[in-house]
């Protein structure tokens, strides 16, 4: 199995991604451009984890670079859940509310690890509810926990690469050390 999958942003971004692209369907006029933006910062978000990853090994600037990009397209999306609830009237939950717990359960269940299958897929899908504005705040609520998660793995990349270097460096001292 593809080592990003098992990265809780990773697997936060699937879920984020496969029900956005459903939200839209249901609640997004399909002749709309936001309708395409939100599909295409949700596949940019989950995307962007899978490219960085795949560079971690070459390049760990990229990997930095590329986690903030997933970061920032999943901030535009939430910023797009944020704009459907206000233009439609609706309630934006407050954080502290029971219902975001709830959300946050949901949440974590569905991206535990023995929510995996031996390929590395969801098990248990996550699923919307029919009423727009309790899934636009599930989505949203998805969308802080995944950039929560990006902060705090771009914040330890840059560590990591303040502390080690980047395979450049590593080649430098390995061909330095020979002669």
């Known amino acids: 199995m593809e080592g990003y999958k098992y990265l ?3 697997r936060y971004a699937l879920i984020i991604h496969d029900l956005t692209v459903e939200f839209v369907k ?3 006029d399909y002749k709309s451009r936001t309708r395409d933006q939100m599909e295409q910062a949700a596949r940019s978000g989950k995307q962007n984890i899978v490219e960085g990853v795949g560079q971690s090994q070459t390049s760990k ?6 986690l ?10 939430q910023a797009d859940y944020e704009d459907f609830l206000r233009q439609h009237q609706m309630k934006i939950y407050e954080k502290k509310s029971p219902i975001i717990r709830k959300f946050q359960e949901i949440a974590y269940s569905l991206s535990n690890l023995r929510n995996l299958s031996d390929l590395g897929d ?5 699923k919307l509810s029919n009423n727009p504005e309790t899934d636009a705040n599930f989505l949203l609520t998805l969308c802080h926990i995944v950039t929560y998660l990006l902060e705090k793995q771009i914040k330890a990349m840059i560590e990591k ?7 450049t460096e590593k080649l430098y001292w390995s061909r330095k050390n020979q002669t």
Do not use: H, T
């Open 161 to 167: 690469f303040e502390r080690e270097g980047g395979l």
């Open 8 to 10: 809780l942003s990773y």
């Open 68 to 77: 903030g990009v997933a970061k920032a397209s999943i901030e535009e999306l």
């Open 26 to 28: 249901r609640n997004v």
């Open 122 to 126: 969801l098990k248990v899908k996550a």
């Open 61 to 66: 600037k990229g990997e930095i670079k590329l």
